[in-house]
């Protein structure tokens, strides 16, 4: 088994994260034609979307946090805690910010057209600041993500020094007599994830989670990321994901059981002989530990088959980061629209889609990757050669 170096390039990382914002770019895509309330709906809708979305649901964010806390452990190895605070807060605040005031009202436009003359009408209303869907046009949307992921950044540092210090030695040593074996790796991270929401989710219930009350989620992802630090702060640990991936994988499967079973008695494909409050709990508890369980099992596959470089996936890689912060207004924008023609549900999915991923590709290459003020807004390093440029031209006039 190959023990990695804690600062190594991991290629497999890279490759799940540009899967998981593919697989949020259909998932967006298919919330406008499942059952589930989304921002505008097709006419037509269908409960085969809610079939696979369903399950994707309970790992594609979870999986991208999880990918962000290793990352983030990898990140302040080579940064000072300042340093590392002050490049979080220009690659996440900055284009938060941004999102919300630019990105993120157009999906509000299209969701309340009706109401405005036109869009000017309509983005005065930001700034008044009540929050959406209380009434207003004030939020961060999908940008969740972000907001998230800035806070626990900066909430982790304490952990994340000290899992990067010697003193930490005996912790990791028991991290890995802990956790090294399959049922461990999967049980006890599972375990204090459904903890978490046992005691929380009576106080912030799926049905508030919105702008604000929204704490049993932001525990709940703050797992994800958490864990990824720590798996990735032993080696040992780490690589023992990727020998028992077959192991993994059963144990997913599995869990799929109970989880698909309470979900079909809510679509009404059967009926369960349950108290409809026992059938929400297996559910909410199943989902809560395959979360966990797919997340670990994915991650394990990746290191199996997808650590390899590949000559364009650095450039794919540094758009990831835009394409998520465009997507899910290109997807409203163009399915507005869409949705009106005549075609079929199918065809509109993959209209959407396709529509959607190209411009938000596009609009990368030709108006954010040139452009340094652009690249700022969306969270990317400076440019390499403008950098070498101002370097050049700085050591010239110091010679001079």
């Known amino acids: 088994m190959h023990i990695t170096n804690a600062s190594e390039r991991r290629y497999d990382l890279d490759w799940l994260r540009l899967i998981a914002i593919a697989i949020v770019l259909f998932f967006h895509t298919g919330m406008i034609f499942n059952k589930w309330d989304f921002h505008i709906k097709n006419a037509e809708t269908s409960s085969t979307f809610g079939y696979w979305m369903a399950w994707s649901h309970a790992w594609r964010m979870q999986l991208l946090l999880f990918i962000s806390g290793a990352g983030t452990y990898m990140a302040l190895g080579k940064r000072t805690v300042a340093q590392f605070a002050g490049e979080r807060f220009r690659r996440l605040f900055i284009p938060l910010v941004f999102g919300i005031f630019v990105v993120v009202p157009p999906q509000i436009y299209f969701e309340f057209i009706s109401r405005f003359q036109n869009y000017g009408d309509f983005y005065k209303t930001v700034f008044e600041f009540k929050p959406y869907p209380q009434g207003g046009s004030f939020s961060w949307h999908h940008l969740w993500f972000i907001l998230y992921l800035l806070i626990y950044s900066l909430i982790a540092l304490p952990l994340l020094s000290y899992l990067r210090s010697p003193r930490s030695q005996s912790f990791r040593d028991k991290l890995w007599?802990?956790?090294?074996?399959?049922?461990?790796?999967?049980?006890?991270?599972?375990?204090?994830?459904?903890?978490?929401?046992?005691?929380?989710?009576?106080?912030?219930?799926?049905?508030?989670?919105?702008?604000?009350?929204?704490?049993?989620?932001?525990?709940?992802?703050?797992?994800?990321?958490?864990?990824?630090?720590?798996?990735?702060?032993?080696?040992?640990?780490?690589?023992?994901?990727?020998?028992?991936?077959?192991?993994?994988?059963?144990?997913?499967?599995?869990?799929?059981?109970?989880?698909?079973?309470?979900?079909?008695?809510?679509?009404?494909t059967i009926t369960l002989p349950w108290k409809p409050e026992t059938i929400e709990v297996v559910f909410h508890v199943s989902a809560n530990i395959g979360s966990w369980f797919w997340v670990v099992t994915i991650v394990a596959f990746g290191q199996r088959y997808l650590n390899r470089p590949h000559p364009w996936l650095s450039r794919a890689n540094e758009g990831v980061y835009p394409f998520y912060i465009l997507h899910q207004t290109a997807i409203i924008a163009i399915g507005y629209y869409v949705c009106q023609w005549s075609w079929s549900i199918t065809a509109k999915f993959w209209t959407i889609s396709l529509l959607a991923g190209i411009s938000c590709i596009m609009f990368y290459v030709t108006c954010i990757r040139p452009f340094a003020i652009m690249r700022l807004f969306f969270g990317l390093k400076p440019n390499r050669k403008a950098v070498e440029v101002t370097q050049t031209a700085s050591a010239v006039a110091t010679a001079e």
């Open 177 to 268: 007599k802990t956790m090294g074996s399959p049922a461990g790796m999967l049980l006890i991270p599972a375990a204090i994830i459904v903890m978490s929401q046992v005691l929380l989710r009576p106080f912030f219930p799926e049905e508030t989670h919105a702008l604000v009350n929204d704490w049993a989620y932001f525990v709940y992802y703050l797992s994800f990321f958490i864990f990824g630090m720590i798996f990735y702060s032993n080696q040992n640990l780490w690589c023992s994901i990727e020998k028992n991936r077959k192991f993994l994988l059963v144990a997913s499967v599995i869990v799929l059981i109970p989880f698909y079973l309470m979900f079909f008695n809510f679509y009404k």
